[in-house]
């Protein structure tokens, strides 16, 4: 996991010589590094020296051991280093010149090694000894672990950070949309906790980052701790780690409290350093970094432009206002009104300044000019909806309690469904139709504005179109269905309640043809290329 690892402080190795005179450095330092190589390796000795004790007990190992394996190599590894402290412990031959090799005088057998008796005591090495041992390891590589900031590792563990802030630099500003919150509010949140997780390792990291100190690379534990405590890094991390999460778990639109996550940008940016010090492609890297900020700015500026246009009172009906729509995002367009010096293309300051019924009266002026002037396109990109009954006000997106009542027929007709279907009688007070030129789309909603249980009557007429009939919660997928000239489609109970949608209707999905009424050759005109849908409903209880 790291890439290097700080024993200075730790226990001091077991297999360096112990003296370090002058001529220990040379031969026996080199004698006691092959030894230590000979265990490792299990290599036996070279036939041309003399058998060692290890050779010697071969045999009575090989045969006192019940099984092979991991406590033969141990024990063996045990006689390899008795050899080679016996080797230690023997006086230097020539102390004052070499310690070169011992010259043999002949095969009296004098000097060689009295083979010691065979162990008595075999230790015993248990699983738990070994995971005792193991544990221990990994105890002191963690204990004394330090991170040099040219080392591989450190660069990668900055890749994997600068992804988490990339996260919070996106997903920050989620739950603006009120759709996305419902949906998907517990996967962010899992999310940010993950990425959480990660930046308090990251302050682990930073405690541990070696420091040049006159041409020095520090590296003990308490002095690099006390660098980092002292660093304008240390401050930053520390806001970041603030757990705000919790307070999300409270109140879980403040999103944009974890605006403050921002503040690890900074490892990003050390990201982009490294890199750059690093690739063979520094443009090609630049371009890349460059590319990313400004995906990140045209993110922020669209959610800032989301925000203000709440604060405004979001419109669903006009693709030439200021604020934001969806039918902008499904089917964008550019406003064909100047936005610098038409009052009109502008929202008001004020909600209450806008008078709905004013812009109604500019929308029948634009139909009158229509009818005289019969021109049908006039009408297709002008006209989306029109209320008749208790008026539905799109900025507050509420009912007023009363209003003019709806044209009798559509009483009639609301009330002879709803008996039909054994729903009851209904008090049918509101009409909202909806025209669909080509290429038009409503988005995902729900009907919750109005104030009674009653069903809500949707009739189709003109064009085909694709209707989606989703859940209470918009992450459950939808089903699509056709919805043709003259097809009802009758929303109640449980259903009443759920996202629904029109994604495209017209010529492309299903063309209808209908003959053209002489006497009124505009609406024919006018539903052979659109739709238009009535619902019928019940506002006040
Ligand atoms: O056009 C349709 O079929 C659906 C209309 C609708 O959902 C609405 O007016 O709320
Ligand atoms: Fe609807």
Redesign the pocket.
């Known amino acids: 996991m790291f890439s290097t690892f700080n024993f200075e402080e730790g226990p001091p190795p077991a297999d360096p010589p112990k003296r370090i005179n002058r001529k220990d450095r040379s031969v026996k330092y080199l004698r006691a590094l092959s030894a230590q190589k000979d265990r490792q390796q299990h290599v036996p000795p070279r036939s041309d020296q003399e058998p060692s004790t290890s050779e010697q007990l071969a045999p009575v190992i090989n045969a006192s051991l019940p099984r092979p394996g991991i406590l033969r190599v141990m024990f063996r590894n045990w006689i390899s280093a008795m050899e080679h402290d016996e080797r230690e412990s023997e006086p230097d031959r020539d102390p004052t010149t070499t310690n070169a090799e011992v010259t043999h005088t002949g095969n009296t057998g004098e000097q060689r090694d009295i083979l010691p008796s065979p162990p008595i005591f075999v230790p015993h090495v248990t699983g738990w000894a070994q995971v005792k041992a193991v544990c221990k390891d990994t105890w002191l590589k963690l204990r004394y672990f330090y991170v040099s900031e040219n080392s591989v590792f450190y660069y990668y563990w900055t890749g994997i950070i600068s992804i988490g802030t990339i996260w919070n630099m996106f997903a920050m500003v989620i739950f603006i949309f009120d759709d996305v919150h419902d949906g998907y509010f517990k996967q962010w949140l899992y999310v940010n906790l993950f990425f959480d997780f990660l930046f308090f390792l990251d302050c682990v990291v930073g405690a541990r980052m070696t420091f040049d100190l006159e041409g020095n690379e520090v590296k003990e534990t308490t002095k690099m701790f006390k660098n980092y405590r002292g660093s304008n890094r240390f401050k930053l991390d520390a806001l970041c780690l603030f757990p705000i999460d919790a307070f999300l778990i409270l109140d879980s639109h403040k999103s944009m409290l974890r605006l403050v996550r921002v503040f690890k940008a900074y490892r990003l940016y050390e990201f982009i350093q490294l890199t750059q010090r690093r690739t063979n492609f520094p443009h090609f890297m630049k371009i890349l970094f460059l590319l990313l900020s400004c995906l990140t700015l045209f993110h922020w500026n669209a959610c800032i432009y989301f925000r203000f246009s709440l604060a405004e009172g979001l419109t669903e009906d006009d693709e030439n206002a200021f604020g934001f729509s969806y039918y902008k995002v499904f089917d964008p367009r550019f406003p064909t009104c100047d936005a610098y010096h038409d009052e009109g293309c502008m929202y008001p300051e004020e909600p209450d300044i806008m008078d709905i019924r004013a812009v109604r009266w500019d929308r029948r002026k634009e139909m009158y000019a229509f009818w005289q002037s019969n021109d049908p396109s006039l009408l297709q990109k002008s006209l989306r909806w029109t209320t008749l009954g208790v008026e539905y006000d799109w900025n507050t997106k509420q009912y007023p309690t009363n209003g003019r009542p709806v044209p009798e027929e559509l009483y009639q007709l609301g009330n002879l469904i709803s008996n039909s279907l054994k729903l009851g009688d209904m008090k049918p007070d509101a009409t ?1 139709l ?1 025209y669909y030129p080509p290429k038009s789309a ?1 988005s995902p ?1 729900v ?1 919750k504005s109005e104030r009674s249980n009653a069903p809500l009557i ?1 009739m ?1 007429l003109g064009q085909t ?1 694709v ?1 989606l009939s989703g859940a209470l919660s918009l992450s459950e997928p939808p089903i699509p269905l056709w ?1 043709r000239n003259g097809d009802f ?1 009758i929303m109640h109970g449980e259903q009443r309640l759920v996202y ?1 949608a ?1 994604p495209c209707i017209g010529p492309k999905v299903e063309k209808m043809e209908f003959e053209r009424d002489e006497e009124t050759p505009m609406i024919t005109d006018y539903l052979n290329c659109s739709r238009i ?1 009535f ?1 019928i409903r019940q506002v006040n209880p």
């Open positions: 909202i909806n409503l909603h009907d949707s189709s179109a209707y919805l489609l629904h029109i849908n619902t």
